[in-house]
């Protein structure tokens, strides 16, 4: 696993930045918890994978191919971890306030990608938020914001 990670960022990711591996590090958390909301409604919707690739190629610069791989390899740390601490420590080590804000946001995005919010979707939205330290006017604002009001 740990050489797959290596060989994707190696071969696909060369940003001039001499922090490369915390970088590959934070992304691959950000997708996880992506792929994480995705699953909280066991139902894996198209409409929410693509919210993923899209929020994935975006938020990090990557092509088709790149957020794919990174999304298939965010899917194995997943299907791996026990908590979500381990993405969010991550995560509280780099991000600012906005981009935790941003991550929440899409979070809601994903669970809202089919037209309908369950409780456990809601539930991991609130968990993720108070792991990264983000206001409950935050999050409120957020879902607001997604829901359309």
Request: hydrophobic share 40%; proline share 2%; charged share 20%.
């Amino acid at each position: 696993m740990l050489n797959q990670l290596k060989l994707f960022f190696e071969q696909h990711i060369a940003l001039p930045n001499p922090e490369l591996s915390s970088q590959q590090n934070i992304q691959l958390a950000c997708a996880a918890l992506f792929i994480e909301m995705m699953s909280m409604d066991d139902k894996k919707q198209r409409e929410e994978h693509e919210i993923i690739l899209g929020r994935v190629k975006t938020m990090f610069s990557l092509s088709l191919d790149q957020a794919t791989t990174l999304i298939s390899l965010a899917s194995e740390q997943s299907q791996q971890s026990t908590d979500y601490f381990q993405f969010t420590s991550l995560i509280n080590q780099t991000y600012s306030q906005q981009q935790k804000i941003t991550l929440i946001k899409t979070l809601w995005q994903i669970a809202y990608a089919d037209g309908y919010l369950e409780e456990n979707e809601e539930y991991m939205v609130r968990k993720i938020a108070d792991l990264l330290h983000v206001p409950h006017i935050q999050f409120i604002k957020t879902k607001i914001q997604v829901n359309g009001g």
